[in-house]
């Protein structure tokens, strides 16, 4: 019987397990073509990142480390009810300003303001002027201030804001929260410092009370003095001098200010505005236009004392259009920086003579300042805002006639020889009048 061998060949390798991998494959592949039909349905990743969870891509312009914004305008009759929600809904989104600054000129006061008798034509009413002169002030604070929520709101006056029937006094009682807001930021530290003083400039202001709701104030905020003046009558009193020249000394001495921001409603004299600003010719009583191109002249020689060691810039409104530049007619030696920017709703006007249009001279145009600090620094560019950017709970406010209006017709550019088409609520100003409060 033959005997039979069996050789051992050993243990055999496994077969390799080559289903688990192809399946992770066939996972991943069908994972990719998932997240690229969604890239194609929604958009690059980049903007899906941008969304801030709402369903509506976010505008918001990131900043520099160590920088911040603020931004500023005036003059919102007429239209400023439907141009400041617009502003207020631009600027938050995109910038994310920490404070907005208001120049002066909140209503007309002299008639009653088209996006004030636009509603109530809408619900079958008629506006007078007597229940327009009593609801004006709280329709700004209920559509100019509310639309800004959170984000601080710095008042000026204007000369608008003391048209009769209004005065300073009922304005100051008015805005008395946001006048004292200021003051109360700086209360500690002015208080002290100027209590202290026995000579010079804060010697003359030391018994005076410091918590008053006066229409010029200042703040102090990253290197920075922010000063408001009150030239609302066309001049700046003596002892509104006075003060600001305790703020200026103080700033001066003061090694962690590095500039001041100085705002008002009319613009200094002499500027390339100077046709409706502080001591033009519109003033025919010659004491008041003497003391109001002393006291504007003032302001700006202290300015440009103050700007050989530190920086100015000084900001007005009261001309409706915007302009850059508007000391460079001065000598290199006494020019500040300046600009207006009345441009937060009212009827605009034509740029001075002589000044064309372009990037920094805009008729018809309405928006805003913005302003971005870095290192005690500010460089400030014109923000424009257009129908497009009014707020929906602000459009269903009014008739859709009156937000193209207001954007299309609201202007003495576009036909100066139109009618008012709202009612006038006071006669036009006497020539010798000793205030030009009623100046339009």
Known sequence: MAES???NEGPKPPKRALWPLLLLLLRILISVLVLGLVVL??????????????????RFIPLKEGTWRFIVSGDSRNCGDVVMPAIAAQAIEKYQPAFYWHLGDLRAIYKIDEDMAAPAQKAGQSLGCESYHKSAWQDFIDH???????????????????????????????????????RLQMQRQDMAQIAAAKAGPCGKIAARPYLSASPYYHWIRSQIDFIYLDNSTGVFPSEQLDWFDCMLERAHNNDSIRAVVVGMHEALPSSRASNHAMCDEAIQDPVLKKQSCE????????????????????????????????FDNQPSANRLDGWIVGTAGAVRYPLPSGIGPGPDALPDHYGYLLGTVENGNIRFEFQE??????????????????????FAKNSQNQDPASEETTNRCNAPASPSTSVKAAKK
């Not at 903007?47 to 976010?58: A, N």
């Not at 601080?152 to 006094?169: C, D, M, S």
């Not at 805002?385 to 009014?398: L, N, T, W």
């Open 144 to 182: 100019q201030v509310v639309p800004f929520g959170t984000t601080r709101f710095y008042l000026g006056i204007g000369n608008h804001e003391v048209i009769p029937p209004k005065t300073a006094p009922e304005f100051s009682a008015q805005f008395k929260d946001w006048l004292l807001t200021p």
């Open 295 to 326: 006291s504007g002249r003032h302001v700006y020689d202290a300015l440009v004392d103050f700007n050989m060691t530190k920086h100015v810039y000084v900001l007005a409104s009261h001309s409706h259009f915007y302009m850059k530049g508007i």
């Open 5 to 7: 061998h069996q050789v």
């Open 41 to 58: 349905k929604l958009g690059p990743l980049s903007d899906l990142l941008s969304h801030d969870g709402s369903g509506k891509q976010s």
């Open 385 to 406: 805002v257009k129908e497009s950017d009014i707020p929906q709970a602000a459009q269903q406010q009014y008739p859709h006639t009156l937000l193209s209006w207001c």
